[in-house]
């Protein structure tokens, strides 16, 4: 399938805008085309927003949804109780986007069915599990998937009763596995339905779950759908894959430095989404990215609500001018490890990062000096007190703290002869801020300033004046 030629493309729609997906019926997916202009593309859909909250746990609050009452052995009251909320809000759900009688019909049979089943498999595996040879927490991951493919079946399969419904020839292409027999790789899955599928012809609507040997969960957790997203574009010679957000790639939120003052991207590199990722903006999973750097396929973002506009090319290629393209922030701890004796001692780093990998804490940077290290982390404060208890053990001689501080990062391609640095350091101080920290590696592209919490979005919009706008001043003047 890889050597096919590229006239296709394959086309992503996350979980919020699915939620719209009536609207972008009209605009994006049909829009003004007709005939043979409705196909040569392929979309790849999330569940409907907020249906994978429910089937797994709140992302950002950690409210159980089904998978985690299960997990958590709360009572088969509460996750039985979490099934059928999932199944009305699925059904409230398809019963926004969908007009006719009939297909609203089709869909809550559909998801009835699915649910029915998930809900006999839990009931199951519960009985086994009784029993002393067998143990729930070896099932887990297993269940986490099952579940998670719920959602995106249910989406992918109104999708394509919605668009069969205004004449398009729409496939549904369901990934999931539901009842398969057999145990096969991603791409074994993927090549597999995608078989007898022309997409010059027709319009295939793809879950974005895929059930496979390797566990998309066990290693992408909930970035699965990029990376089935990227593989489906890699393994079918896609001209050019696209993901529809609901927003465009800016050079900052509009929202704190202001929609005059914001510039869409229009183009940038891997490089930059790569780092735009590590800072918890992520334009595509890094390693969906790395699937599509090596496979040749450039990376296209728009705003599905605006389907004239080109949006953001992601590629290779260098920039024509160097430039800071985002400046973005995060909020993060300092975790912060002084010990005297650690002057010319091997081995501190190494405990320090088994035991944050162990907790499951994300690294984003770190700074160290001869008797100090210091770790910016993306964790909660209740993790994080595990892991100084785990430090203190280790190192009882050692001072461990930890601090509330954000960083905000410039970024862009070729940084090394803009002065990003100490032209950031001197706006901060011109807009009476401080920093803590700075920090520039040696590959340029980005710069890291560590700032108080409090005085993140303030920073952020100094930053972007002196560093984006100021630098788009500086050229026209040049010019």
Same mark, same amino acid.
């Given at each position: ?6 006239? /296709? ?9 699915? !939620? ?8 994006? +997916? ?8 409705? %196909? ?6 999330? *569940?409907?927003?907020?249906?994978? $909250? ?13 998978? =985690? ?67 729930? !927490?070896? /099932? ?7 579940? !998670? ?26 990934? #999931? ?5 057999? $145990? ?15 997409? &010059? ?7 974005? %779950? ?13 970035? %699965? #759908? ?11 010679? *896609? ?40 800072? @918890? &903006?992520?334009?595509? /999973? ?57 002057? @010319? ?22 700074? !160290? $000096?001869?008797?100090?290290?210091? /770790?910016?982390?993306?964790?909660? &404060? ?46 901060? =101080?011109? $807009?009476?801020?401080? =920093? ?13 300033? +560590? ?8 920073? +952020? ?8 706008? @100021?630098?788009?001043?500086? &050229?026209?003047?040049? *010019?």
């Amino acid at each position: 399938m890889a050597d096919a030629p590229k006239h /296709h493309t394959v086309e992503k729609i996350g979980g919020t805008s699915m !939620s719209r997906v009536n609207e972008l019926r009209d605009s994006l +997916i049909i829009g003004d085309r007709k005939g043979a202009d409705l %196909y040569g593309r392929i979309f790849v859909v999330s *569940a409907f927003g907020g249906i994978t $909250n429910l089937l797994l746990e709140h992302k950002k609050t950690g409210e159980a949804g089904v998978y =985690a009452a299960f997990a958590g052995g709360d009572g088969d009251h509460e996750w039985h109780a979490a099934l059928d909320r999932v199944q009305h809000e699925m059904i409230a759900a398809h019963e926004a986007v969908l007009d006719h009688p009939g297909d609203i019909e089709r869909a809550t049979e559909f998801v009835r069915d699915r649910l029915i089943g998930a809900r006999n498999c839990l009931i199951d595996l519960q009985r086994l599990c009784s029993y002393g040879h067998f143990r729930l !927490s070896e /099932h887990l991951l297993q269940i986490r998937e099952l579940l !998670s493919g719920l959602g995106e079946a249910h989406s992918a399969f109104v999708t394509s009763l919605m668009l069969q419904r205004a004449g398009v020839n729409a496939r549904f292409v369901d990934l #999931s596995g539901w009842r398969d027999e057999g $145990n096969v790789t991603l791409d074994q899955r993927i090549t597999g339905a995608m078989e007898a599928v022309d997409p &010059m012809s027709e319009l295939p609507i793809v879950t974005g %779950y895929a059930q496979c040997a390797e566990g998309l969960m066990r290693e992408f957790d909930r970035g %699965y #759908s990029e990376v089935t997203f990227s593989r489906l574009a890699a393994l079918t010679g *896609a001209r050019e894959a696209i993901i529809h957000k609901e927003f465009h790639l800016s050079s900052a939120d509009p929202n704190l430095v202001g929609e005059d003052a914001v510039r869409k991207l229009g183009r940038t590199n891997y490089d930059v989404a790569d780092q735009l990722s590590n800072l @918890g &903006m992520e334009a595509i /999973h890094p390693k969906a990215a790395k699937t599509l750097r090596q496979s040749g396929v450039p990376l296209r973002v728009t705003n599905a609500f605006e389907p004239k506009d080109p949006g953001t090319l992601i590629d290779d290629q260098p920039a024509a001018e160097p430039a800071v393209e985002i400046v973005t922030g995060l909020d993060l701890f300092a975790l912060e490890v002084f010990e005297q004796d650690m002057v @010319g001692v091997k081995g501190y780093d190494a405990s320090i990062i088994e035991i944050l990998t162990r907790h499951n804490v994300r690294i984003v940077s770190k700074v !160290s $000096n001869a008797n100090t290290i210091t /770790h910016y982390v993306d964790s909660s &404060m209740k993790v994080l007190r595990r892991v100084e208890k785990d430090l203190a053990a280790k190192y009882p001689a050692a001072d461990i703290t930890s601090r509330a501080i954000s960083m905000v990062a410039a970024v862009g391609r070729d940084l090394d002869t803009l002065a990003v640095l100490s032209r950031g350091l001197n706006a901060l =101080a011109d $807009n009476g801020l401080e =920093a803590i920290g700075a920090t520039q590696g040696p590959r340029p592209v980005d710069v890291q300033f +560590i700032v108080e919490r409090d005085v993140m979005k303030p920073a +952020i919009k100094a930053l972007h004046g002196a560093l984006v706008e @100021g630098q788009e001043q500086a &050229m026209r003047q040049a *010019a």
